[in-house]
């Protein structure tokens, strides 16, 4: 695996292979690097020939400093598990050189997508991380872009974003990887004890709910019942829970069968915020 830490290298080094006619797949990170991650370097693997992965801790979408001072930063580890995956080229910038101090202020209208759930609880998050997936895209120049299924908001944001700005990259959403007993893989995981482990549990739990009886019962129905057993375990603080079309994600209180919809939650657990989601058929 090849490591540039400085955009000029990258470019010059894409540059050449993008003439050969190679197709450049990319996966963006913060790093702290699990099976999650590995599962979309696999999926770019299959369907490109060179696979970019970048390790960025992105200040500006952080709305809590104390969490980007904690988010876990463990370069060794996450190089080895690339270097296992076969990824080919690795970008570690360093925070100077994607935020330069003549940065232009980023400003990109995203609807609505980035005021409600995630964009309501996290104000800015969204700007921050279009702007830093602009700036990627733009010194990778990538033919796929992937995304893990986990943070489905984020998706509809990129995929607002590339419209926005009439980019010719495509998203490839790979689905969320999860424990054997049902936990989204979630680099935050790691912050929890293995009591919070076990009680993390309830947020797939509550969505599995909702996606088996999606057909039978209401939707205020199961949203009750999805609740429950959220609040059965104590400890965990829900901050929203809502099944909403996929790609407004506005909220919806009947399924219509001509839509597709996606439960979408987020809640407090031992000082840690944990979100997931599932599509519901
Ligand atoms: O999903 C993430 O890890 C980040 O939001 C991303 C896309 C790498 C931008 O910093």
Known sequence: MEIFVTPSALQHHLATLHQQGKKIGFVPTMGALHEGHISLINSAKITTNI?????????????DPKDLEKYPRPIEHDKALLTAANCDILFLPEVAVMYPNNDPHWAIDLGNLDKIWEGKHRPGHFQGVTQIVYKL???VNPDIAFFGQKDFQQIMVIQRMIKEKA???KLNIVPTLRSVDGLALSSRNARLSATG?????TLSKALRHIQQHVQTKDIPTLLTEARA???SEEGLELEYLTICETTTLESTTKIHTEKDYVV???AWLEGVRLIDNMLLQ
């Open 51 to 63: 696979v970019v992965c970048s390790i960025f801790v992105n200040p500006t979408q952080f709305n």
């Open 167 to 169: 980019l010719k990259v």
């Open 197 to 201: 482990l076990h009680k993390a549990l």
């Open 264 to 266: 979408l939650i987020a």
């Open 229 to 231: 057993i959220i609040y």
């Open 137 to 139: 895209f733009q010194l």
